[in-house]
């Protein structure tokens, strides 16, 4: 019998972001230095975090992938460190736009894909938290955030739309674009309803002039801390370094 659930109301989804993103918290443990994403899931996980240096006396640093961040974290008064300051961190937690049942990710719905992916790379491992909207069969759907220098966004909209059978679009348009934390443009590029190979894609992407970095985060994530019906469920991926 196929059961249909009913849709989710904008409650239902903010409660399930908060389920989830308070139990990615769970992951971080006294002394660590941790990568803070930027979002309105990972934003439930630094709310907790903030609760339990308060309460629990946690000694621990964020590291922001944000300005966004930034400024949430420095209002919550969570110690932070400049990414250049950190020597080694022990963990990133971030939201994700899908992820596939590989862990790999499309990221950079907020914008903010270079700074997570450089704390991300910068980690000895990566949660994501998400709700169960996000987990996909295979990425692809959501149009692929691709961060471009803001000078020569046209000719690297160009590069792309050789390789992209969809529409690659100016994120905001051309009047009032979209600027990034680094003050780059983003192109959204709707290379779906799938990608068949995001290594691939993600090294042609690289590879065109005026690309700052693409969307596609492939072998980086570790676990996904999903809320899916009222449940939170973490996925570990086998092989990966939280085993
Ligand atoms: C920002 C991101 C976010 O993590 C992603 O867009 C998910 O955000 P949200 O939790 O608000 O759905 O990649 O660049």
Known sequence: MHVRRPPRGVAGVESLKEKAGVSACGFVTDGMVVGLGTGSTVRYTIIELARR?????????????????????????????????????????????????????????GGALTREKIVALASDAMVVVADDSKHVGTLGAFP??????EMTWES??????????????LRGGTDDPYVTDNCGHILDCSFG???????????????????????????????????SHGEVSTLVKSGGRLN
Do not use: H, W, Y
């Open 156 to 169: 690297t909209r160009k590069g792309i739309s050789a390789l992209c059978p969809g529409e690659v679009s």
């Open 144 to 149: 692929l955030p691709v961060e471009v220098d």
């Open 53 to 109: 240096i308060r309460q629990e006396d946690l000694k621990v640093s964020g590291v922001p992938t944000s300005e966004d961040t930034r400024q949430l974290a420095e209002m919550l008064e969570i110690p932070l460190l400049e990414i250049q300051d950190a020597k080694n961190l022990d963990l990133t937690i971030d939201g994700a736009d899908e992820f596939d049942s590989n862990f790999d990710l499309i990221k950079g719905g």
């Open 193 to 227: 309803p799938t990608i068949s190979d995001p290594a691939a894609l993600e090294a042609k992407i690289r590879s065109i002039g005026g690309v700052v970095e693409a969307g596609l985060f492939v072998g980086i994530c570790d676990a996904v801390v999903m809320a």
